[in-house]
């Protein structure tokens, strides 16, 4: 069974930078794709970006040109650099893994736990 772990979430200002890592362990999906998914207070769960084995990306418009999505396929971990944080970007942030682009946006096989991301204003 897939085990993806997240890291680096925390308390930042409103314009500040964070890195969200996001571990897999535990066994394989071959060639995967892996993404970022967000969930503010009593709202649904969104699609944030995705990254396929090969590094081709994809992000929702609401955080394109500010997040960037990277992976490191001998660590088995993928990265979310967020830039230009605003507070509408507060919410658990949860790393996500599937077989594919298409999966991972839609419904992945997999979830981590989740890492909590609060920007003041």
């Known amino acids: 069974q897939v085990q993806l772990v997240e890291s680096g979430g925390g308390l930042v200002q409103a314009g500040g930078s964070l890195r969200l890592s996001c571990a897999a362990s535990?066994?394989?999906?071959?060639?995967?794709?892996m993404g970022w998914f967000r969930q503010a207070p009593g709202k649904e769960r969104e699609f944030v970006a995705a990254?396929?084995?090969?590094?081709?990306?994809y992000y929702a418009d609401s955080v394109k040109g500010r997040f960037t999505i990277s992976r490191d396929n001998a660590k088995n971990t993928v990265y979310l650099r967020m830039n230009s944080l605003k507070p509408e970007d507060t919410a658990v942030y949860y790393c996500a893994a599937d077989s594919t682009i298409a999966a991972v946006t839609r419904e992945p096989d997999y979830w981590g736990q989740g890492t909590q991301v609060t920007v003041s204003s």
């Open positions: 535990g066994g394989t999906l071959g060639r995967n794709a």
């Open positions: 990254i396929s084995w090969s590094g081709g990306t």
